[in-house]
């Protein structure tokens, strides 16, 4: 069973930028769809953004829209999220999952999910 792995999390301060990368061994079309949640203490895991591994077409939360860039690089397996102004409301552990079926929008709908990244804003 496919697995993700997510890594570029850390420690910023608002206002920068950090890109977080979710890379597996082989995106197939049985998983067209890759998205991004994240989940901060106490919380429910929400949705982020997501894309299309064909065709790249990109869904973002409302919260993140025009912040955060997704995008897919086909050569290296590997969906970036590129998080620019970050906010302290950003702090979460991110996750990368694959679509199955349902709402691209529910986390209910992904699977293969990776271990998370953690993302921090703070001065």
């Known amino acids: 069973q496919e697995q993700l792995v997510e890594s570029g999390g850390g420690l910023v301060q608002p206002g920068g930028s950090l890109r977080l990368s979710c890379a597996a061994s082989?995106?197939?079309?049985?998983?067209?769809?890759i998205g991004w949640f994240r989940q901060a203490p106490g919380k429910e895991r929400e949705f982020v953004a997501t894309?299309?591994?064909?065709?790249?077409?990109?869904y973002y939360a409302e919260s993140v829209k025009g912040r955060f860039t997704i995008s897919r690089d086909n050569a290296e397996n590997t969906v970036h999220l590129q998080m620019n102004n970050l906010k302290p409301e950003d702090t979460a552990v991110y996750y990368c999952?694959?679509?199955?079926?349902?709402?691209?929008?529910?986390?209910?709908?992904?699977?293969?999910w990776g271990q998370g990244t953690q993302v921090t804003v703070s001065s």
């Open positions: 999952g694959q679509f199955s079926a349902g709402s691209m929008f529910a986390r209910s709908s992904y699977e293969n």
């Open positions: 082989r995106f197939t079309l049985d998983y067209p769809i």
């Open positions: 894309i299309t591994w064909a065709v790249g077409t990109t």
